[in-house]
């Protein structure tokens, strides 16, 4: 009797479910032809079917409320790699997220393909040291399997109290078999904007993430460097943040046309944004690097700049994640649902979602070769540097200017450990020798 009992609830519950689904987009619905009409009424009448069998017949029972949440969480999961289901606990944990320091690994991923992916390691974070790249796959975390899991679940297991140990089992395309990578959990708090000077006059200035200071902080570096003889910005494997931050960085450079739009279903999410002439730097050459592990408002910057041709974008082909989620709170604000609203769309009107941006000049990552140098040179430039580093210690103390020097300046040395930003550097000058002629 009892069973009875849950099955006339469960067909009452879905039926009204049915009903309203069905009414409340009666003004839809009347712009709609039959076949289509009927056609939903017929997906909402299997649904509660399935869920009305389910319920009276499973062998076990069963959490009517679990059983939906479930239904909505693969809903969601089947519409694409960024929406997803918050249950309460997951709500509560989102939130805590977004308000402050957490224990993590300064590591940012996303479904691809239904494979957990490492978007971006954030430089100088636990991941970023353990060795993390961008598109690793991460098949495990301590010993779960990735292969079904959440989005959510993955980051809730990936974050944890600072100074625990997880380990995470990767694949990687260089390499032959999968193989384990054990991080200890920190406070990620990154400082988000870098800025040094390159030997021969030029700007550096490393955005490691969108957060909300970066225009700001952007704008004060360039106040500061007068002249400006030229610009190097650097997005490589930044995994985006703050859409009007993006902007912002963008409207720095460029002062009239669209930098970006995107386009949704309803009015309400098609938008433009347009750059302001005001504090425009549209004079200074100006070179973007990106990879693999830039992503989002990375893509959205490099793009946009590319499309104004305003920069040489130089690296490699960017991540592919041009579109846009809103959270939206269900249940009076208990759970809630991320879910793809719109895309983005760039100044020439192509996307960036799952195809990128391919750099003007592609150049790989590593060391430049030096196989012309002489190897006395190496030798002795080394012994150099060892031997004053030992009279350092003798002296008990160091050189403070030195060291601010080193912090503050890229050496020609450096520029070789780097072979993407050493072309960048050379790519530069042609662009200020092309603007002198």
Do not use: C, W
């Amino acid at each position: 009797m009892e069973k009875n009992k849950k099955f006339i609830f469960a067909g009452f519950l879905t039926t009204f479910l049915s009903l309203f689904l069905l009414f409340s987009s009666g003004l839809q619905a009347k712009t709609e032809n039959e076949e289509s009409v009927v056609s939903r009424l017929e997906a909402i009448k299997k649904f509660e079917e399935v869920l009305s069998t389910i319920e009276y017949r499973y062998v076990d029972d069963i959490d009517f409320e679990n059983v939906i949440n479930k239904a909505i969480d693969g809903l969601l999961k089947n519409l694409d790699a960024h929406s997803s289901f918050m249950n309460k606990e997951e709500y509560k944990e989102f939130k805590v997220k977004i308000t402050g320091e957490f224990g993590g690994l300064g590591i940012v991923v996303g479904l691809r393909d239904g494979a957990l992916t490492v978007i971006s390691p954030i430089d100088d974070t636990p991941a970023s040291e353990a060795g993390m790249k961008a598109q690793d796959i991460i098949l495990k975390i301590d010993n779960r399997s990735t292969i079904d899991m959440s989005l959510n679940e993955a980051v809730n297991l990936m974050r944890g109290k600072p100074g625990t140990d997880v380990e995470l089992t990767v694949v990687r395309d260089t390499e032959p078999n999968p193989f384990k990578v054990s991080i200890t959990r920190d406070i990620i708090n990154v400082k988000s904007v870098e800025a040094k000077q390159i030997e021969g006059g030029y700007q550096y200035i490393k955005v490691k993430s969108f957060d909300k200071k970066v225009t700001d902080s952007v704008a004060q570096i360039l106040q500061e460097q007068t002249p400006l003889k030229g610009i190097i910005l650097d997005l490589r494997n930044n995994p985006g943040g703050d859409l009007y931050q993006a902007i912002g960085l963008t409207d720095l450079f460029v002062d009239s046309g669209v930098i970006v739009s995107q386009k949704g279903k309803i009015d309400s999410e098609n938008i433009e944004y347009d750059a302001e002439s005001e504090g425009t730097y549209t004079d200074v050459p100006l070179v973007v690097l990106v990879n693999s592990g830039s992503a989002s408002a990375s893509e959205i910057v490099s793009g946009a700049l590319q499309d104004h041709k305003r920069a040489i974008v130089v690296g490699e082909k960017t991540f592919g994640k041009g579109s846009v989620q809103q959270i939206l709170e269900l249940n009076d604000g208990r759970e809630a649902i991320r879910l793809t609203v719109a895309r983005y769309y760039l100044p020439s009107g192509r996307t960036i979602q799952a195809v990128g941006i391919d750099p003007d000049i592609e150049v790989s990552a590593g060391e430049v070769a030096m196989a012309q140098e002489n190897e006395f040179a190496i030798k002795e430039r080394d012994l150099k540097l060892h031997l004053k580093n030992e009279l350092e210690k003798v002296d008990g103390k160091k050189d403070k200017d030195n060291i601010k020097n080193k912090k503050g300046i890229i050496t020609k040395n450096e520029l070789y450990e780097d072979a993407q930003l050493k072309a960048a550097v050379d790519i530069l000058k042609s662009l200020i020798i092309t603007k002198g002629r």
